[in-house]
T-cell receptor, first 110, second 113 residues
Framework: EDKVVQSPLSLVVHEGDTVTLNCSYE??????LLWYKQEKKAPTFLFML????IEKKSGRLSSILDKKELSSILNITATQTGDSAIYLC??????????FGAGTILRVKS | DGGITQSPKYLFRKEGQNVTLSCEQN?????MYWYRQDPGQGLRLIYY???????QKGDIAEGYSVSREKKESFPLTVTSAQKNPTAFYLC????????????FGQGTRLTVV
């Protein structure tokens, strides 16, 4: 069975801290890995990773894929209260199947 | 504006009833998905469809049914066979082909009363 596992399940940090969220996967036909942020209702897209070792960056967020280790990390530096959300990792397989992990609940305290 | 629309936002169902959740997109996307989200948890795939008149079961399809008669529409029926239907349901769509992100609707919160 295809699996996407995220860790930690939840995390509480203070503003200004740096956090690293993990995602590992076991899927049959990997195509890409995606990160989403969910604050209230609809998840919003953050990154898509297809190639190993190439960092994607957007402001204080960055992410990298390690295909050998079947994993990805999402880093958030200088965290702010607005970063509080559920961070979802998803793996796209050939045939357009998109499988999500359980998510990491991040809470940033001021 | 292009987007993906789910309705209703809130739905109450009596035990033993079937209910249908609507999902419509005008993004010209081929692929559409239904996910279920329980409190504090990630998304679990119910059904997905790559093309009109074709769909596949996800990880938790039991008690649910779908149809894909039109490209822009992918309704989900929660049947009475679904033992614990109270949850938040998200619909998504994406282009066919590799490496495309999925866009989400705003969700439907279903409560069994």
């Amino acid at each position: 069975e295809d699996k996407v596992v995220q860790s930690p399940l939840s995390l509480v940090v203070h503003e200004g801290d740096t956090v690293t969220l993990n995602c590992s996967y076991e899927v049959t036909n990997f195509r890409s890995l995606l990160w989403y942020k969910q604050e209230k209702k609809a998840p919003t897209f953050l990154f898509m990773l297809t190639s190993s070792g190439i960092e994607k960056k957007s402001g204080r967020l960055s992410s990298i894929l390690d295909k050998k280790e079947l994993s990805s990390i999402l880093n958030i530096t200088a965290t702010q209260t607005g970063d509080s959300a559920i961070y979802l990792c998803a793996v796209e397989e050939y045939g357009n199947k998109l499988v999500f992990g359980a998510g990491t609940i991040l809470r940033v305290k001021s | 504006d292009g987007g993906i629309t789910q309705s209703p936002k809130y739905l109450f169902r009596k035990e033993g009833q079937n209910v249908t959740l609507s999902c419509e997109q005008n993004l010209n996307h081929d692929a559409m998905y239904w996910y279920r989200q329980d409190p504090g948890q990630g998304l679990r795939l119910i059904y997905y469809s790559q093309i009109v008149n074709d769909f596949q079961k996800g990880d938790i399809a039991e008690g649910y049914s779908v149809s894909r008669e039109k490209k822009e529409s992918f309704p989900l029926t929660v049947t009475s066979a679904q033992k614990n239907p109270t949850a938040f349901y998200l619909c998504a769509s994406s282009l066919q082909g590799p490496n495309t992100e999925a866009f989400f609707g705003q969700g439907t919160r279903l409560t069994v009363v």
